[in-house]
């Protein structure tokens, strides 16, 4: 059982963490990639998994941090026919998030300049969904981007964030319940 | 897993998703000089033993 600080926040065991995830020796390093779900870890357990793991990248190469979204982190999608089908909708059986999108956001942004804190690197934004849903999981990136920067939010990158995307369609992905993707196309998010 | 490196002359993945694997410190080490993309998910359940 974990046990937890007066915060209610997880105590990670650096000296285990680093034991093991220990990314110093790796010199070609150039992309972490990881998932929407993992950084919205209500317990905040995720800032410190990153807070001592980033340190440890020594790699001359420039970072990019991939962040992975899937179906279930949005919460308004497209809908059209082709998700009326029974093997989709069983996939698509997603849990509803315990907390609104706006602040499972949030929470993440917040995560993100954390880790920033600790190690620089350019942030992309991996949208990993059925193909119809695609679009609508650009636009709510794009959304949630702008307004972030026009708090300020984003003013730490020396970069502007990147959204790409990979289309899986049923045909060649639906089974396939990996966390691995490919990116497809890259979108600038001041291009949006 | 040490098995199939001495099998293979050693591992030289350049992109590995960590996901419910154990000896992960032996198998970054081996792709050294190698790995570009790596996948890391806390919540993996094998995370638990990062915890106190």
């Known amino acids: 059982m974990k046990k937890t600080n007066p915060t209610g926040r997880p105590i990670v065991n650096n000296r285990a963490l680093l034991q093991h995830f220990n990314l110093s020796r790796n010199k070609s390093l150039r992309t972490l990639e990881t998932t929407a779900e993992s950084i919205d870890a209500a317990d905040g357990a995720t800032f410190d998994f990153f807070e001592t793991v980033l340190p440890s990248i020594t790699s001359s190469a420039p970072l990019d941090v991939v962040v992975i979204y899937k179906e279930f ?78 708090k300020g939010g984003l003013d730490y990158l020396s970069q502007e964030p990147l959204i790409i995307f990979e289309k899986r369609s049923l045909r060649t992905r639906f089974v396939d319940q990996s966390p691995g993707w490919s990116m497809t196309r890259a979108i600038h998010a001041s291009a949006l | 897993m040490e098995d199939m490196a001495a099998l ?10 960590l996901f419910r694997v154990k000896r992960v410190e032996f198998i970054l080490g081996e792709c050294a000089e190698t790995l570009e993309t790596l996948g890391l998910y806390p919540s993996d359940p094998y995370g638990e033993e990062f915890f106190e």
């Open chain 1, 73 to 150: 982190d949005f919460s308004i999608m497209p809908h059209c026919s082709w998700c009326d089908s029974e093997a989709v909708r069983s996939c698509c059986n997603w849990p509803i998030p315990r907390v609104s999108e706006d602040v499972r956001f949030q929470r993440q942004f917040r995560a993100f300049r954390e880790m920033h804190r600790v190690r620089a690197f350019r942030l992309v934004l991996c949208v990993d969904v059925f193909d119809c849903m695609v679009e609508g999981g650009i636009e709510a990136l794009r959304r949630f981007v702008e307004a972030e920067k026009v």
């Open chain 2, 8 to 17: 293979f002359g050693g591992l030289r993945f350049r992109h590995m998703d």
